[in-house]
């Protein structure tokens, strides 16, 4: 899908941006020339697709591409700078209409359930960027949670370098942490090459790694936690 026009610059490190793709579907963007570059959205998306396939609700992510020299239509200068070095594929995120970032409380009075994938997912996935400051959780209107960020996830490293997690609990920070909260596994293990079949190829070059070695080191390292 391709990026047609930039609605609205969001707040967060990255300066990610509501987006209009020329299907009329929205998305929140999060921009290969920002942050931790290609190799960030290629974790994060991995992550998404992961959690996805744990149970977590999440928004669905999908690459989407910028064209080359977008006309600028929102945003300062230095916004401006930042899409016109991420020409390319960058990370869609499904926008979530009518939702906005949840109160610690609210996420600790949603239902079991996505409770208990949400917090499942950010085991697997070292996720240790869900704190009760900011516990990265949208809810929409009709009180459904649905996580985000995942892009300070440690399991992509861990994997590829064949390390364990040190301490497979959430971190003490998070703001799960402590619950009695049932483990949901997965029904059958996750097939990691259906989830890396549509990155890019350009994500995996920043990141240093084949899309073959990636698949099995995820594949490796997800068997061992995910019955």
């Keep these: 899908m391709i990026v047609t026009r ?25 921009f290969a020339g920002a942050g931790s570059g290609p190799r960030g959205l290629l974790i994060e998306f991995l992550a998404l697709r992961i959690a996805d396939a744990l149970g977590a609700p999440v928004p669905a992510p999908t690459p989407l591409l910028l064209p080359t020299d977008f006309p600028w239509q929102i945003g300062t200068d230095e916004f401006d700078a930042t899409v016109q070095r991420s020409a390319g594929r960058n990370l869609g995120i499904a926008y979530v209409p ?4 949840a109160t ?20 697997v996935l070292q996720n240790v960027d869900r704190t009760a400051a900011n516990p990265n959780v949208l809810i929409d209107d009709a009180g459904r949670l649905h996580a985000i960020d ?5 399991y992509f490293d861990r ?69």
């Design 159 to 227: 994997a590829l370098g064949a390390r364990a997690p040190f301490s497979f609990a959430l971190p003490a920070r998070h703001v799960l942490a402590g619950l009695d909260l049932p483990s949901p596994h997965a029904a059958a293990p996750v097939d990691v090459g259906a989830i890396v079949a549509d990155a890019p190829a350009a994500w995996f070059a920043a990141a240093g790694a084949d899309r073959e070695t990636v698949t099995k080191a995820l594949q490796s390292y997800l068997n061992a936690f995910v019955a």
């Design 6 to 30: 930039i609605l609205q610059v969001l707040r967060g490190s990255t300066s990610p941006a509501l987006v209009e793709t020329a299907s009329g579907a929205d998305f929140v963007l999060k």
């Design 150 to 154: 995942y892009d300070a996830c440690l």
């Design 104 to 123: 610690a409380a609210e996420v600790l009075a949603g239902d079991t359930t996505s409770l208990s994938a949400i917090a499942f997912a950010d085991r």
């Design 98 to 101: 009518n939702a906005r970032s």
